[in-house]
């Protein structure tokens, strides 16, 4: 079994999404036994994800996040993961020099296609802004689903 992990900064807005992508997916590609986790960086408080972001996942993709809680990044989350998805280059920065001995498994999203580039965070904005988000990182978990494979799979 695999585990991927996808990382945002207080794990209520991109990353809850992300998770719930990677989720249904695995779910329709028959990877069943892989392990989708979701955490912050600075998920100082256990909270839902964000209002938006749980409306435009229901509404838009028909995947309910409804019941996610917000949950801080750990040396056994990180030790666990096959795969270690960020958000931003801030993410990525920070757990590189945390869990040093994890680098390897440690990425930006954008990476999954190829390029470089941050998530943009929506917190506090409107809800078109959320639907942009969200629409951004289906596009890469989309495009880059072989890729994400590849480096999850033992």
């Not at 036994?33 to 409306?55: F, K």
């Amino acid at each position: 079994m695999a585990s991927i992990l996808v990382v945002c900064t207080a794990n209520i807005c991109r990353s809850p999404v992300g998770e719930g992508f990677i989720r249904q997916r695995l779910a329709k590609t028959g990877l069943v036994d892989w392990d989708v986790l979701s955490a912050g960086t600075w998920a100082a408080h256990v909270r839902p994800a964000a209002q938006y972001s749980q409306e435009v996942m229901a509404d838009i993709y028909g995947i309910d996040i409804s019941g996610h809680q917000a949950k801080m990044v750990t040396a056994e989350l990180i030790e666990e993961a096959d795969l270690v998805l960020c958000m931003a280059r801030n993410h990525v920065e920070g757990l590189s020099l945390e869990f040093r001995e994890h680098t390897e498994k440690i990425f930006r999203l954008s990476e999954m296609i190829g390029e470089l580039f941050d998530i943009a965070d929506p917190y506090g904005q409107t809800r078109p802004r959320y639907e942009r988000m969200a629409e951004q990182v289906w596009g890469i978990i989309d495009e880059g689903w072989d890729e994400i494979i590849k480096r999850a799979g033992k």
